[in-house]
């Protein structure tokens, strides 16, 4: 099972960190083995297959989860949430590239190298604008690869239809994102309260979403937007991006 970056109190990439075991209530922790005799002496129940390591207080306090696990959910089980938040709607885009971009009618003129900015307002567009005009802020980082992806040109190519309508979208190389210590998993943000966290396959295809308040998650994801929004550019419309989810 795939393992998911939680947290770090380590400054040099090495330990300790805390993971989520996917699709478990499991928790992996990356630290430094005990090997005080004087400490393993005294460990209780002790099965042959385990062993102990050390992590500082501060990793548990600032980053193991609360609550239990979320169940995972289609996505469309939260489209109300863009029209309910109060203040704020905050994205990071991680992936190369979206199932849901390839399967768009657009796609193919895109490679064929048309416009692919004029086509009429849809839904989402519709309620960003409804949303920007009631003093709500809707804001996305893009991390980008150098050389940008197929799908991440896609993705710049059709930036202007939803910062017209009123999205603020900025980019940010995979190089800075990975000394930034982001998460490497995409996810949006409501009101700095209510963590909404992808799930994809391989293919790139969204399978559901992870719905928490645990406050250990949410602060995380509070912390990487703030790196996140404080490092990314802003740039003309044909090197912005976005994406259909």
């Keep these: 099972m795939p393992l998911r970056f939680i947290g770090t109190t380590s400054d040099d990439g090495d330990c300790p960190t ?15 083995r005990e090997t005080d005799p004087g400490h393993l002496a005294q460990l209780r129940d002790v099965k042959e297959s385990e062993t102990f390591v050390r992590v500082p207080r501060d990793l548990l306090v600032r980053y193991a989860p609360r609550l239990t696990a979320p169940e995972l959910q289609p996505f469309p089980s939260v489209s109300h949430m863009f029209r309910e938040f109060q203040h704020t709607a905050w994205r990071l885009e991680t992936r190369r590239g979206y199932a849901s971009d390839r399967k768009s009618p657009l796609w193919q ?18 309620n960003v604008a409804a949303q920007v005009a009631l003093g709500k802020r ?7 690869d150098e050389p940008a992806t197929e799908g991440q040109q896609f993705l710049r190519a059709r930036a202007a239809t939803n910062i017209a309508a009123g999205e603020d979208i900025r980019h940010l190389t995979r190089a800075r ?67 259909t989810m």
């Design 138 to 144: 809707i804001e996305r980082v893009r991390i980008l």
């Design 18 to 32: 805390l993971y989520e075991i996917e699709g478990t209530d499991e928790i992996l922790v990356q630290g430094d």
């Design 177 to 243: 994102a990975q000394e930034l210590r982001l998460p490497d998993f995409d996810f949006w943000l409501f009101d700095s309260r209510t963590l909404v966290r992808f799930a994809f396959d391989e293919e790139d295809t969204t399978l559901g979403v992870y719905v928490t308040e645990d406050p250990a998650e949410v602060l995380a994801a509070c912390q990487a937007r703030d790196a996140a929004w404080h490092y990314a550019r802003t740039a003309d419309f044909t090197r912005q991006v976005r994406s």
């Design 109 to 126: 003129q895109f490679l064929d190298g048309q416009d692919i900015t004029g086509d009429p307002p849809n839904a989402w567009r519709q």
